[in-house]
């Protein structure tokens, strides 16, 4: 979206600390449905535009606390703001579930690692779990992040991730990190998050030698396409973890289902990464080819997915295209039968025919026209018997009814021209004359 609405929209967000959680604007596929008609073996170009939501789809967001004794205030900030970060996220994504871990040093024992509330959509539950927090421990100056981090990813298993979710760890502490911590590698971190797709945002609370001070965070953050926060003060960190979950890159992907067909294709391609709140401009090809059976209505479905996840019904498009019927009917003065139904043996020059007409679809119909004057008789189904008698030196042309099995009798001053059309308006001729008595 533009940067302008963008920076509305955190404003809104940041305003929620004053007040009532805001509402977050729509997001979607735009437009979100194509109907048109179309030739076999042509195509539309659409301007398709993905306007990704500022928080993405199905968020499973884990806080992992740094709890150890220097961290009471910012721990306090988080805990006397949750309720609105809570209800910040849910107004954006009403299926938001939240977790909540902390950790502290190995020297600390047992609570080196806690996981204080597994994943859960129940707001109450994910306050108890971070009033559950105090600071305290801590031992030397490095802490036990690399092997929380470790633990919150495939390698422990310790977070139950929903499928199809949008996997976001929020870590803030002040202090680096031992490497190795418990046996687990800051590679080893890295590849347990990698592992259950989860990106990172770190955030470095002012005061201590820092997350970012031997690199680990920004290592983290990169490979898990995070973001780091290099300094926050200890009063504006739960304001600083609602924006770190409103800029994290949000991968577009597509899944499309056609009928046999039609085909649609984009430039750019995709996947494509955009900033979560951010617009994603594709140019949108619909094709028919060349054997789509003509008349018929082809549909394609295309449901774009953030970061994997399903997005819901507003990223869904659908295209409805009808392919146009371009091949004109068939038509032929075929041999026609007398008022008793037999044909005879000389039908043409008794003037005897049959209006012979065919389509690939159907509804069409057969005009007769008098070449001499230029009237014209009709619509009639193909089918029709009719009788023609030529006089050159007639007045006009005449259409009444015959007798017996033929339908009509036209009187002509000219040759007769058969003129067939479909449904599409798509026509085909054909000439009947009677040849003259041979003297």
Not at 103 to 115: L, R
Not at 134 to 149: T, V, Y
Not at 192 to 200: E, F, P
Not at 218 to 245: K, W
Request: glycine fraction near 12%; aromatic fraction near 6%; proline fraction near 7%.
């Amino acid at each position: 979206m533009p940067t302008t609405l963008r920076r509305s929209l955190l404003a809104v967000l940041a305003t929620a600390f004053l007040g009532a959680a805001p509402s977050m604007a729509m997001a979607g596929v735009n437009p979100p449905t194509v109907d048109d008609n179309l030739d076999p073996g042509s195509s539309i170009h659409v301007t398709k535009t993905v306007s990704t939501p500022v928080i993405p789809p199905r968020p499973d967001v884990v806080l992992v606390v740094d709890s150890t004794g220097s961290m009471g205030p910012a721990i306090a900030n988080v805990q006397s703001q949750l309720s609105t970060i809570v209800s910040s996220v849910k107004a954006a994504q009403a299926d938001a579930q939240f977790a909540v871990a902390d950790y502290k040093d190995v020297s600390d024992g047992a609570s080196v690692f806690t996981v204080r509330s597994d994943l859960t959509g129940d707001p109450a539950a994910a306050q108890a779990a971070i009033n559950a927090i105090s600071a305290g421990g801590g031992g030397d100056g490095p802490e036990a992040q690399l092997n929380a981090l470790w633990q919150i990813g495939a390698g422990g298993n310790r977070i139950s991730f929903r499928p199809g979710s949008s996997r976001v760890v929020v870590w803030f502490g002040d202090a680096s990190g031992h490497d190795p911590s418990l046996g687990h590698t800051l590679a080893d971190a890295v590849t347990s998050l990698q592992g259950v797709s989860a990106k990172v945002v770190a955030i470095n609370v002012a005061g201590g030698d820092g997350l970012n001070a031997t690199g680990q965070a920004t290592a983290v953050t990169s490979a898990t396409g995070g973001q780091f926060f290099p300094s926050v003060a200890a009063g504006n960190l739960s304001q600083a973890i609602l924006e770190g979950l409103t800029n994290l890159p949000v991968t577009v992907t597509a899944e499309t289902a056609c009928d046999p067909g039609l085909s649609v294709s984009f430039s750019l391609s995709l996947p494509r990464t955009v900033q979560s709140g951010s617009d994603l401009v594709l140019e949108e090809t619909i094709s028919v080819a060349p054997d789509a059976r003509q008349g018929s209505t082809l549909t394609c479905t295309t449901r774009f997915k953030l970061n994997g996840a399903d997005a819901g019904d507003e990223f869904v498009q659908r295209v409805a295209i009808g392919v146009n019927d371009v091949t004109p009917p068939t038509v032929a003065c075929g041999p026609g039968v007398n008022p008793s139904g037999r044909t005879p043996g000389g039908w043409q020059q008794a003037g005897f025919f049959q209006m012979v007409a065919d389509d690939n679809l159907a509804g069409v119909s057969v005009a007769i026209r008098d070449d001499a004057t230029g009237t014209s008789f009709g619509p009639y189904a193909p089918g029709t018997y009719f009788k023609l008698t030529q006089a050159p030196g007639r007045s006009g042309s005449t259409a009444v009814p015959f007798t017996g099995a033929v339908d009509w009798h036209f009187g002509f001053r000219g040759d007769a021209t058969l003129v067939a059309t479909d449904a599409a308006g798509n026509t085909a001729s054909a000439t009947c004359s009677v040849p003259p008595a041979q003297k």
